[in-house]
């Protein structure tokens, strides 16, 4: 009992995680490495908004500030309910971890998949627009679209795959010039009485009466892609450093203040300055150059706004991998997404999120608007029973404060449930209906893997105590073909790991000459092993073996299949390969446990081979 807990012991325990620290996330590298999307949202949300608006002309424009206060309040309530998130599922999952607890299995599936859609639209609307913005000021580049989306996702994919730490520490620089410029464009436009430059505009749409609340709702939904990326935080707990809950919340809180002072500090210039949209300038582009003019900190801002577009897909990079790590481990992904590589690094959710951007770019042809219409939707389902989920769990645990907090989570949920609505309708045409079909393939698709899993679980008695273990007689295969040294090793290595040990020569007819010089050197070695001869008169090399192991009376038996192991990699293409032949065939179609014998033929080898891996079938 000593032994278990003792002083001495205490410290070791602690050394592995201090060191993994290292490798994880502090506030400010929180910031860099999940909130760019949210960040970037800031050149692009206030534009979805000022393009509906405008449809009303000027009475329309006036409704910009209002609109982006009431995202700003969702925004609030957002916030501060993934700060409650945080602290309530360290282990991540978001939207995710609430759902599956609070609203049932099926809802977390559907929240999982909404993140999924979300995250791999994500990283591909965000480099397709930072190279769109790269392309406009450089045009002769156009022809070149595709293939400079792509540089751009393997650039941010190899950055990742030295860690999110590493990552976030690339991205810092980027992030602060990027968040320094817009506080400057705001705050140089508030104090300035009138605009340095002004654009021209174009002629004014209807009134607003002739579209009223419809109008001013898909405003509404348009400007909420301005809060994709928010849950991003929530959803990467376990890569913050300890204490990972204080900090992931004060990364949150942090993201949620600055995105609010961007949004309403650019609405508030777009009113002043009467921004409406110019066919070729961006709305943050006009809002720019009335604040600071046509020098060069305009430059200063237009480019930290390509850069960070560019790497606003790196929000996808550390929440996705976590998430699927998660619903790996409820068995509804494969469970090689849980598997983590050093540095914390999940290099299969990484691959998985880089393959299906690549695809959704090449598909596209790197167009942006090919790619918004699809963007948000998966993420306001998510929102939807992120806050509906947070609602139940305040109503069944009652703490203090439970009904106020139910009260803005419930008015979150509806907010929020309007916008995926709106959104929904109003991009259905638009390729929205991709996303109406794709959320429930991708839930089918999960169900399907716990099926899976479930059924594998019954197969292996998961869940019960096994009874003892006792030896059972077993009887060891040793298919040969001729006698040399590799069959003396393999027939010794046999000789130790069963009770009977049968050497298996399959033979054809045609090959009487190499049958029977095979025999005499057998006889003549006289290894005091029984040799089974097996004739087949088709030449197969699984089928005469497979029909053999059917009919022995030992209910364990291990075939061991001896192979040379070359000196060099590109000796490999002068095996038969033979070996890997037979062991697939045996794993298919029998429950023989497979042993692949190696034997180093490296000069520097003098002793016995190695036996390599036993194999058996999984259910």
Known sequence: M???????????????SVTGDRHRLTVIGGLAALSLDAMASVAYGPEAIVLVLALAGGTGLGFTIPVTLTIAALLAVLTLSYRQVIAAFPEGGGAYGVAKTYLGRRAGLVAGASLIVDYVLNV?????????????????????????????????????????????????????????AILLVIVAGLIRTEPVTVAEHGAQARSLQTVGVLLLLKAFANGCASLTGVEAIANAVPSFRRPRIRRAQRAEVALGALLAIMLIGIAALIGKFAVAPVE??????????????????????????????????????????????LLAGDNNL????????????????????????????????????????????????????????????????????????????????????????????????????????????TVLAMQWVNRAYTRIGERLELGRTPAPPRPRRSLVVVPVHAVNRLTRDALAAALSLGDRVVAVNVTHSEDERETRHF?????????EVELVRLFDAHRRLAEPLIDYLRRVPETHVFVLIAEVEPEH????????????????????????????????????????PRTGHRERPTP
């Open 334 to 441: 494969p469970h090689v997404f849980a598997l983590r590589a050093d540095r914390h690094v999940h290099r299969y959710g990484i691959a998985f999120l880089t393959l299906t951007s690549a695809l959704l770019l090449v598909a596209a042809r790197g167009d942006m608007n090919l790619l918004v219409p699809l963007f948000a939707i998966g993420v306001f389902v998510g929102f939807t029973l992120s806050q509906a989920g947070m609602v139940r769990h305040w109503v069944t645990d009652r703490p203090t404060g439970w009904r106020w907090r139910a009260a803005l989570n419930g008015f979150g949920a509806l907010l929020t449930l309007v916008a995926a609505v709106v959104v929904t309708a109003s991009k259905f045409t638009e390729g929205g209906w991709l996303i109406v079909v794709t959320l429930p393939v």
């Open 569 to 608: 990699a590109w000796q490999r293409v002068l095996q038969n390969q033979r070996g890997a032949v037979l062991a697939g065939a045996l794993r298919r179609r029998t429950d023989t446990v497979v042993c692949r014998m190696r034997f180093r033929v490296g000069a520097h080898t003098a002793g016995a």
């Open 519 to 527: 025999v005499e050197d057998w006889e003549r070695w006289h290894p």
């Open 280 to 325: 070729g300038v961006t709305v943050l582009a006009q809002v720019t150059q009335a604040a600071l003019g046509d020098g060069p900190l305009f430059y200063l801002v237009q480019f930290s706004t390509v850069i960070l577009l560019g790497l606003a897909a790196n929000t996808s990079f550390g929440g996705l991998p976590v998430l699927a790590q």
């Open 124 to 180: 591909a609307v965000s480099v397709s627009a930072g190279v769109a913005a790269l392309t406009s000021a450089l045009p002769g580049l156009l022809p070149y679209t595709v293939w400079i989306c792509l540089t751009v996702l393997a650039l941010i994919t190899g950055i990742n795959l030295r860690g999110i730490a590493h990552s976030a520490r690339a991205f810092i620089a980027p992030t602060a010039i990027y968040i320094g």
């Open 2 to 16: 000593s032994a278990v807990k003792t002083p001495a012991a205490a410290p070791a325990a602690k050394k592995p």
